[in-house]
């Protein structure tokens, strides 16, 4: 029998994400889950550019970018993050469509009432 051969074009989309983030750099792996992180407490929605702008403020890099992805999942898997099921165009980041993301952990601000000053 004839072995296999898979070609990267018959690749899943998971397989591609899964195959990037085991071979990114674990220090950027450790820093983009970090931004995430920082993200998801500042702000209700981001993508993952939005997340790669913020790990460009380290001096941490990786070979490939897209190991993003993977990082990504793993935030949503330790609940930090869900894919809002929105996608948009975004032509600096890929040629094809981001996920939107939504904070699990970010805590709306509560509108603050001025209070009277306490009489004597």
């Not at 990267?8 to 450790?30: F, G, L, M, R, V």
């Not at 699990?104 to 603050?112: E, G, N």
Request: proline share 4%; net charge neutral.
């Amino acid at each position: 029998m004839a072995a296999t051969t898979t070609t990267p074009s018959q690749q899943s989309t998971q397989e591609h994400i899964d195959t990037c983030s085991a071979h990114a750099n674990p220090t950027w792996k450790e820093a983009t889950l970090a931004a995430i992180m920082r993200l998801a407490s500042r702000q209700q929605r981001f993508t993952s550019f939005d997340v790669l702008t913020e790990v460009e403020k380290s001096d941490v890099k990786t070979h490939d970018l897209r190991a993003v992805g993977g990082v990504m999942q793993e935030a949503r898997d330790l609940g930090l993050i869900a894919s809002v099921g929105l996608v948009r165009r975004n032509d600096k980041h890929s040629r094809g469509a981001t996920t939107v993301w939504e904070s699990r952990i970010h805590q709306k601000s509560a509108p603050t009432t001025p209070t009277a000053p306490e009489s004597l």
